[in-house]
């Protein structure tokens, strides 16, 4: 009975409980309120069926939002606080905006066609993973560990999002690690040509940035700046994970 008191007064039973209004709310629920707010900050979604996830206000890849990182857009887009499963069938995201988008906003919607082309669909529920736990499972412990501490640590985020970089740059990394990038072999079905323009091969991400002769010869000049033997992406990945290197760029 308690259970199901609080579930209707404060709708806990809603798909995302972040989501709950504190208005009218006894202090002890005020703190229990402010602790899921706190605890926002290290939960993200793990995509199964998508009937859970909204789309634009949840976090379900990189470390906020895709209304925060695409704001513009966001304002403009008809389809607020939709569930992925319903904007997105696999291959086509079907969102409309009130208004004819410019030329900025445009690119900005092609990118995140791009990040919702990562997404692969299960016959599982949605699921809440906790980032600041290696098994992926909330403790109180934890969660007063960032609290105090300001979650200097994280120990459980793919290793693209530990990085401290930019969000769009985040964002890049992953579609380049999901081969989503708008190389000319991805988007073969629109051109004839899918080699690279400086050399006869298939114009891959891994070419693009590693195996070209062009890129061979800027990663050259990198090592011989930086000082280190740089030879593949193994150990680009190696010295950027490390702290070490590249971090300031």
């Known amino acids: 009975m308690w259970r199901q008191l609080l ?27 402010w602790a899921a707010s706190a605890a926002k900050m290290g939960f993200m979604w793990k995509i199964g069926n998508g009937q859970k996830v909204k789309f634009w206000e949840d976090n379900w890849l990189g470390t906020s ?8 857009l966001y304002e403009i887009v008809n389809e607020k606080s939709h569930t992925v499963s319903e904007v997105w069938d696999g291959t086509t995201l079907k969102c409309s905006f009130r208004r004819t988008v410019s030329e900025q906003r445009w690119n900005d919607w092609l990118e995140v066609v791009q990040l919702a082309s990562t997404i692969t669909f299960s016959f599982e529920e949605d699921a809440l993973i906790w980032c600041f736990a290696s098994n992926g499972t909330y403790s109180s412990q934890s969660l007063y560990r960032i609290i105090n501490f300001r979650g200097i640590i ?3 985020v793919w290793a693209v999002w530990s990085l401290k970089i930019s969000p769009r740059v985040h964002f890049f990394l992953w579609l380049s690690a999901k081969n989503k990038l708008l190389t000319n072999l991805n988007i073969r079905k ?30 050259s000049m990198i090592s011989e700046c930086l000082g280190v033997n740089i030879d593949d992406n193994t150990s680009v990945a190696a010295m950027w994970l490390s702290n070490k290197y590249f971090l300031s760029s």
């Open 7 to 33: 579930d209707f007064k404060y709708s806990t039973s809603e798909p995302n409980i972040f989501h709950t209004s504190n208005r009218g709310a006894s202090n002890f629920v005020k703190g229990v309120m």
């Open 65 to 72: 939002s895709l209304a925060i990182q695409f704001w513009k």
């Open 154 to 156: 994280s120990m459980h």
């Open 190 to 219: 629109k051109l004839d040509d899918v080699n690279c323009l400086f050399c006869s091969k298939n114009e891959t991400a891994h070419h693009l940035f590693f195996d070209c002769v062009v890129l061979r010869q800027i990663w």
